[in-house]
Each structure stands twice: as structure tokens, then as C-alpha cells.
């Protein structure tokens, strides 16, 4: 079993006692640092940045150099998993992810197959085997996957940005076709998610951006339900340690007993929860990961440590929380608030953990 030099993430996954509240940020990695953007520019765009574990490695690693994180996410993407099978990922410069092969006729949909990490994703799991060694045991490094509703999504509208009519309309003209697909994305997400494990990550998290989108019945059936089948699918101890699983529903602040109740270990939350009555809710059962308004870095740093003690008094005493955003950073965000923000969180947060 590895040691770890800072296990304060994993240890609040778990509801174990810290002596402050680990902080990280999603997309950390990204546009609003200098850096990335020359990584990125050397890598020629966004996709090869991803494909060469070199540079996937060097990006993941940016962030953690400038500021005290306790951990680092893997760089990558979500959309891997679509584009292994088959359809077609790029990014038109400033507009998003795309896809040539949208899945759209139903023997497209009939011949989608489950891709073969150790093949089809292996610049992934090569990234994530070199970033863990670079990372040298420092802080923990969390693994990552789309969740089978967020992927099909992007499969079935083939961009993002839409009003999802395509996948409403299927999901409720031919349900049959629906379930077809988020099982394949579940087969395949599980067996992605063990080979990033198998490989070194730490911790994994579920990105379930759209799950909001849904109705209160269509949210259970077509999301939350593949989530579960995915939590009991997955490696959750390995090398001797607890590998923790996050799952992160934008817009789930309604269905937080059901989410908690799916087998994860801690819940994401975005910026419109509570995090005082999350925690009423659901906080004897999983840990709580967020949820400050990435919006809140824009201003001015007494409002940012402001806001980040409303977030840490709102959660109180104890451990069982992992602060973070409500969702990914912006890339307007100034670098130097989110220093302000992590500096913030391990100076203000000490007092609840005594
Ligand atoms: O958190 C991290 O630092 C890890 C890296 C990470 C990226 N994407 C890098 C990225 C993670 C965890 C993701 C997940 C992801 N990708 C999600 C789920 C999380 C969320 O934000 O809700 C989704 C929906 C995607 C799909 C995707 N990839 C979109 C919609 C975009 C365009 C975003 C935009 O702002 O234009 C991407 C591209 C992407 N993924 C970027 C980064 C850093 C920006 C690409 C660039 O450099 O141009």
C-alpha cells in the first residue's frame, strides 16, 4: 500500500477526522492559467493535449504548482469514452464539443459496442500511470468518467449548448432505444473506470452534468438508476485502500436522499444547495463535495473568503467535506482568486475540525 503524503481528501471522503477541509477544483486544469494555454498550444488543440500522456501529465500538474490543492483530477475529458466508440469527438475552435457520427438511426444505436480501455482508452490510462508518478505520493489523484446519461447527451444531440430535443424525444418516444444505449455507456464506464483505478487513481467521480435536465420520475429511470449500477460495478478497495466515488448531478439539489441512498461515498453539489440543510438531509450517510458559485471568483478577495466561511459554517463541525466549486472554473477566472480561495479554505476551515 502506497502512503500518501496528504491523504486529507480521501480521509473527508470517508467522513475520517482532518485537521482542515481538503479543497480542489473542478476543471482546474484549464484556460483561465497561462500555462495551460501554452501546453495546449504546443499540443496544437484540446484533443491532442488529451492523447499525449506528456502533456496530459504536465497540465494536471500546472495547477498543483501554483496552488496548495489537496488533489489533483486527472486531465482528460468525458467525451473519451464516445469518441473510443467510434463517433467522431472535435472541438470546433470556441464552440464545444462535436461529434461527425451523432448516434441518430436506430442500427447505429443497435451497433454501438463497450470499447476496451487497455486498447481504445490507453493514452488515458498511460496519462494516468505517469501522473502518478509524478505526482510522487503527494496528494491523491482523482479518476473521472462521464455519467451514462450526460454521455448520451452528447452521443444522440452530437454537441453540447442544445435544448435537448433529441434525447427527450427518443427518451420518451422510444425508451427501449434510451436504455439501450445508457446500458452500453454503464458497461463501458465501469470498465473504464476500473482500468483508471487498476492504473493509480484514487478517488473516482461520476460527471453527471445533465442528469438536472430530467423530470423527477425520468431523472431516476434514465440517470441515477446506470449511476447505481456503475457504484456496484466498480473496484471500490484496491492496493489495500478505499478507492472513495463521488457523484456529481448538476442541478440535483431536489434528489439528494436518492443520490446519497446509490452506493456513492459523497455527493457533489452545485451552487444553488443549501449545504447547511444537505447536510441535515443526507450528511449521516455520504460526504458532501462543493459548491461555491464559480461566479464568486470573479469579485473581490474579501467577498471570496467571505463566501467560502458561509460555505465551511454552513457545513460546521467535523469532517465529511470536501470543498470545491459548484461546478467548473471559469476560464475569465483572475489565477490569483483562486489562491485567495484555497488559502481561504485550509486558514478559515481549522476551527471545525478540532
Ligand atoms: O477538472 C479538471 O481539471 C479535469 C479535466 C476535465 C475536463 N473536462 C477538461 C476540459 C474534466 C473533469 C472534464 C469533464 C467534462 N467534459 C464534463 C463534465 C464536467 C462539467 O463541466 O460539467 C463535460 C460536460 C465535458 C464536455 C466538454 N469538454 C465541454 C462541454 C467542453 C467545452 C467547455 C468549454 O468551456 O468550452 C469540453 C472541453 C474541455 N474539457 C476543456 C477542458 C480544460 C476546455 C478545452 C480547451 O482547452 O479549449
Known amino acids: 500500500m502506497t502512503k500518501l503524503k496528504n491523504d486529507t481528501l480521501i480521509?473527508?471522503?470517508?467522513?475520517?477526522?482532518?485537521?482542515?477541509?481538503?479543497?480542489?477544483?473542478?476543471?482546474?486544469?484549464?484556460?483561465?492559467?497561462?500555462?495551460?494555454n501554452?501546453?495546449?498550444?504546443?499540443?496544437?488543440?484540446?484533443?491532442?493535449?488529451?492523447?499525449?500522456?506528456?502533456?496530459?501529465?504536465?497540465?494536471?500538474?500546472?495547477?498543483?504548482?501554483?496552488?496548495?490543492?489537496?488533489?489533483?483530477?486527472?486531465?482528460?475529458d468525458i467525451?473519451?469514452?464516445?469518441?473510443?466508440?467510434?463517433?467522431?469527438?472535435?472541438?470546433?475552435?470556441?464552440?464545444?464539443?462535436?461529434?461527425?457520427?451523432?448516434?441518430?438511426?436506430?442500427?447505429?444505436?443497435?451497433?454501438?459496442?463497450?470499447p476496451d480501455p487497455a486498447v481504445h482508452l490507453r493514452y488515458v490510462m498511460d496519462a494516468v500511470t505517469q501522473i502518478r508518478?509524478?505526482?510522487?505520493?503527494?496528494?491523491?489523484?482523482?479518476?473521472?468518467?462521464g455519467s451514462p446519461f450526460t454521455l448520451a447527451c452528447y452521443m444522440v444531440e452530437g454537441c453540447g449548448g442544445t435544448d435537448f430535443r433529441q434525447i427527450k424525444t427518443m427518451l420518451y418516444q422510444r425508451p427501449d432505444l434510451l436504455h439501450h444505449i445508457l446500458?452500453?455507456?454503464?458497461?463501458?464506464?465501469?470498465?473504464?473506470?476500473?482500468?483508471?483505478?487498476?492504473?493509480g487513481a484514487?478517488?473516482?467521480?461520476?460527471?453527471?452534468?445533465?442528469?438536472?435536465?430530467l423530470s423527477h420520475n425520468a431523472y431516476q429511470e434514465f440517470s441515477l438508476r446506470y449511476m447505481s449500477q456503475i457504484l456496484?460495478?466498480?473496484?471500490?478497495?484496491?492496493?489495500?485502500?478505499?478507492?472513495?466515488?463521488?457523484?456529481?448531478?448538476?442541478?440535483?439539489?431536489?434528489?439528494?436522499?436518492?443520490?446519497?441512498?446509490?452506493?456513492?461515498?459523497?455527493?457533489?453539489?452545485?451552487?444553488?444547495?443549501?449545504i447547511a440543510e444537505a447536510r441535515r438531509r443526507i450528511g449521516d450517510k455520504?460526504?458532501?463535495?462543493?459548491?461555491?458559485?464559480?461566479?464568486?471568483?470573479?469579485?473581490a478577495p474579501e467577498v471570496i473568503t467571505a463566501e467560502t466561511e458561509k460555505i465551511l459554517a454552513g457545513y460546521g463541525n467535523g469532517s465529511g467535506h470536501v470543498f470545491n466549486l459548484g461546478h467548473g472554473i471559469s476560464q475569465f477566472t483572475p489565477p490569483e482568486s483562486a489562491l485567495t480561495l484555497v488559502e481561504a479554505v485550509h486558514a478559515l476551515s481549522r476551527k471545525y475540525h478540532q
Open 183 to 199: 446500458n452500453i455507456n454503464a458497461q463501458a464506464v465501469i470498465a473504464y473506470l476500473n482500468a483508471q483505478i487498476e492504473s
Open 11 to 36: 480521509r473527508a471522503l470517508l467522513r475520517q477526522p482532518t485537521e482542515y477541509t481538503p479543497v480542489w477544483v473542478m476543471r482546474q486544469a484549464g484556460r483561465y492559467l497561462a500555462e495551460y
Open 79 to 114: 467525451l473519451t469514452i464516445p469518441d473510443a466508440m467510434g463517433l467522431g469527438l472535435y472541438f470546433a475552435e470556441g464552440e464545444g464539443p462535436k461529434f461527425e457520427r451523432p448516434l441518430r438511426e436506430e442500427w447505429e444505436i443497435r451497433a454501438l459496442t463497450v
Open 232 to 274: 456496484a460495478g466498480i473496484t471500490r478497495e484496491y492496493g489495500g485502500a478505499r478507492i472513495p466515488a463521488v457523484v456529481f448531478t448538476k442541478g440535483g439539489g431536489l434528489w439528494l436522499e436518492s443520490i446519497a441512498n446509490s452506493g456513492c461515498d459523497a455527493v457533489g453539489l452545485d451552487w444553488t444547495v443549501d
Open 133 to 145: 508518478k509524478t505526482l510522487d505520493n503527494q496528494v491523491p489523484l482523482i479518476g473521472f468518467s
Open 202 to 213: 484514487q478517488a473516482v467521480m461520476i460527471f453527471d452534468t445533465w442528469g438536472g435536465a
Open 38 to 76: 501554452q501546453t495546449r498550444a504546443r499540443a496544437g488543440d484540446f484533443l491532442s493535449l488529451c492523447k499525449n500522456p506528456d502533456f496530459a501529465t504536465e497540465v494536471t500538474m500546472q495547477p498543483l504548482a501554483r496552488f496548495p490543492l489537496d488533489a489533483a483530477i486527472l486531465f482528460s
Open 286 to 299: 455520504v460526504a458532501l463535495q462543493g459548491n461555491l458559485d464559480p461566479a464568486v471568483l470573479f469579485a
